[in-house]
């Protein structure tokens, strides 16, 4: 029998479909580590939030292992690669609507923005949309 797979790039690629659908504009929090292939001067706190909206990325692809894409960063284009076990939280940067996951953990037990626990970081200070409030359900 083969393994199972997680739960959660299925959560990500539905919750940034989603996003997209609404008009919003999709972010991610990521934790930093060796295996993420991100811009290592806009990484604070070994986490860096990302704008995955349409605008902001190009040649997006949101696999069941690595989300990729290439941005810009100060006019440089880059090529990335996330780790979804990295991902801590996917919203929607206009209402902070969204869910955040345990990294590394199973993301079988996603966090749901309706009932408020650990919050997002904030994106980049240039743009200071509203803190998403999220709650693990169980």
């Given at each position: 029998m083969s393994s199972v797979v997680s739960t959660k790039p299925y959560l990500l690629r539905a919750l940034y479909e989603w996003c997209v659908d609404q008009g919003?504009?999709?972010y991610v929090s990521?934790?930093?580590?060796a295996q993420t292939l991100v811009p290592?001067?806009?990484v604070r706190d070994g986490q860096i939030v990302l704008?995955?909206?349409?605008?902001a990325?190009?040649?997006l692809h949101m696999g069941n292992d690595l989300i990729t894409c290439q941005a810009r960063f100060g006019g440089v284009a880059q090529s990335l690669s996330i780790p979804v076990g990295n991902v801590a939280a996917?919203?929607?940067?206009?209402?902070?609507?969204g869910m955040a996951f345990e990294v590394g953990e199973p993301a079988d037990?996603?966090?749901s923005a309706e009932e408020g626990a650990p919050e997002a970081p904030e994106p980049p200070p240039t743009d200071t949309p509203p803190r998403?409030?999220?709650?693990?359900?169980?």
């Open positions: 919003f504009t999709p990521v934790q930093v580590d290592r001067q806009y704008n995955l909206g349409a605008d990325v190009q040649n996917i919203y929607a940067r206009e209402n902070g609507q037990e996603p966090v998403p409030h999220l709650t693990r359900v169980k």
